[in-house]
């Protein structure tokens, strides 16, 4: 078990405290299209709490998406190639699912404003509620707290420069597909 049965109730004792499995690998969940700056601040911050962090992308057939899947995951391995403890996945259906196939205990989310708060609020607590699934909330870099992939890619289609809020390898990559929009 990874923690409270319940978030009912007084707080668990020391001695039920003993038989908890500590966090050791986190799960960074998203779409990544594609990666930003502020996704990887998130994730090498991770990496340096975490024994191992598994980027997930979700496999969503429904979104219409500027990168594919496969190529989200190329872009995310090589930015975070400099993180030994970094993988990068990809999954579909719930999270949670994905959580207990990996035996991952816990989600790693960034926040950057108030009004990310609400949904990430509703999603952690279904999570938990569904599998005991923890979600841990990291505050985002005040450098990037404005930042989505959909305001880059907006940005970007229409001639704006986002150099500085992409890693280089996405900016070319933009770029290029763009070009051929
Ligand atoms: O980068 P995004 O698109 O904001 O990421 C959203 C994501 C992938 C983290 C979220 O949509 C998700 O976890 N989807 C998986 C489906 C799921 O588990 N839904 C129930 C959430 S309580």
Known sequence: MTGPAAHAG????????????????????????????????????AAGLYDEVIVAVLIN??????????????????????YGN???ERFH????????????????????AVSDFEYEMQMAQMNYRMAKVET???TTNPLYSFLSSSLVKEIAR???DVS???PELVLSRLRERLAEE
């Not at 259906?93 to 950057?112: E, M, P, Q, S, Y």
Request: with cysteine; charged share 20%; glycine share 12%.
């Open 158 to 160: 229409y001639g704006g």
């Open 136 to 138: 841990l909330f990291m």
């Open 86 to 88: 970094v993988k990068i």
């Open 10 to 45: 007084p707080p668990p004792t020391a001695e039920a405290q003993k038989g908890w499995r500590h966090v050791q690998r986190v799960v960074c969940p998203g779409s990544f299209d594609p990666v930003t700056a502020g996704h990887l601040d998130i994730i090498g911050r």
């Open 164 to 166: 500085g809020l992409v």
């Open 93 to 112: 259906g719930l999270l949670v699912d994905f959580c207990a196939a990996n035996g991952i205990t816990a989600v790693i989310k960034g926040l950057r």
């Open 61 to 82: 057939v429904t979104k219409h998406s500027l990168f594919t899947v496969d190529e989200r995951i190329e872009m995310l391995g090589q930015v975070t190639s400099r």
